[in-house]
């Protein structure tokens, strides 16, 4: 018997949503943060002159130094934060992974249930 060998395509690594933050951009959040309390995004946009959307891309690649979480009060260093804090930011982490994981069940079982929209 011959042996077949399958050619697959390789998926690519997924591409990133939005902008990428450059390491000056995540170490200058990173500065401007050091020894302050939370910080609102709008303060580190007019202090530091980068972007809503570059900040939040220099916290996503500064985690877990930069902190933020949905509902926190803005952005602000591990090394800063109360353990209380760190704590409510966790679990707000883990009560949005909740609810979108229960969208997301609703949606698949619609989707694969047949449901067309409507009543």
Same mark, same amino acid.
Request: charged share 25%; aromatic share 6%.
């Given at each position: 018997?011959? @042996? ?29 943060? *050091? ?6 995004? *709008? ?5 530091? +002159?980068?972007?809503? *959307? ?7 690649? +500064? ?20 353990? @209380? ?8 982490? *883990? ?5 979108? +994981? ?18």
């Amino acid at each position: 018997m011959a @042996e077949v060998q399958l050619e697959l395509p390789v998926p690519s690594e997924p591409k990133p949503n939005g902008p990428s933050a450059t390491a000056d951009q995540v170490a200058t959040v990173i500065n401007f943060l *050091r020894g302050r309390d939370w910080t609102l995004r *709008r303060v580190i946009e007019a202090e530091t +002159g980068l972007s809503d *959307r570059i900040i939040r891309a220099a916290a996503k690649a +500064g985690r877990p130094r930069i902190v933020s979480a949905p509902g926190s009060a803005g952005y602000k260093l591990w090394e800063n934060c109360t353990t @209380e804090e760190l704590h409510q930011c966790m679990e707000r982490f *883990r009560s949005q992974r909740d609810d979108m +994981g229960e969208t997301y069940l609703v949606m698949h079982r619609a989707f694969h249930g047949g449901y067309r929209g409507g009543e």
